[in-house]
């Protein structure tokens, strides 16, 4: 079944956008292929609790299953060994990905407090990263169960060549920027 997103994508944002950038094939339209939410837990190395809470808060608000991110190498300075889980990460795709791109601008972004939308510099490939505070933000996690409060990075990955042309797609998607470019 698809989202009301993902037809919303296909019925208006494509004629918009094909007609904003004067593509000569809905191919050229660039699309939304992906959203990684990724969560660091540098606290992780001393509390192996904070992997496994981690990953059932991103489970809980992706309804799909997190994967433990592992470290790549030894820093004794930080009491780090290779392959020891310090994160965790969601890759979310097509309909799971419609579904939870328009709960986080309907429902989770709403509810940070003192709200005036987000920055809009994208990486320079029309790609958007988007930082999170608290991960309470999102209804599916009980505050009450939360030990610490934990950020995330939510990164949009589209087709798009430049950064007008992502950054336009997710204007039509309904990601609340600031400003305009």
Known sequence: ???????DYKERIVPELQKEFNYSTVMQVPRLEKIVINQGLG???????????????????????AVPTLSKKDISNFKLRKKMPIGAM?????????EFLERLVKVALPRIRDFKGINSK?????????????????????????PKLQGMN?????SAPTDEEGFALLKKFGLPFKHEK
């Open 122 to 146: 994208l990486d320079g490939r029309g790609n958007y990263t988007l930082g999170i505070q608290e991960q309470i933000i999102f209804p599916e996690i009980n505050i009450d169960n939360v």
């Open 43 to 65: 606290a992780a190395t001393q509390d192996k609790k904070l992997i496994e809470t981690a990953l059932n808060e991103l489970t809980a608000i992706t309804g799909q299953k």
């Open 90 to 98: 969601v890759t979310l795709r097509k309909d799971k990905m419609y």
């Open 154 to 158: 939510i990164t949009f990955v589209t």
């Open 1 to 7: 079944m698809a989202t009301t997103l993902g037809n």
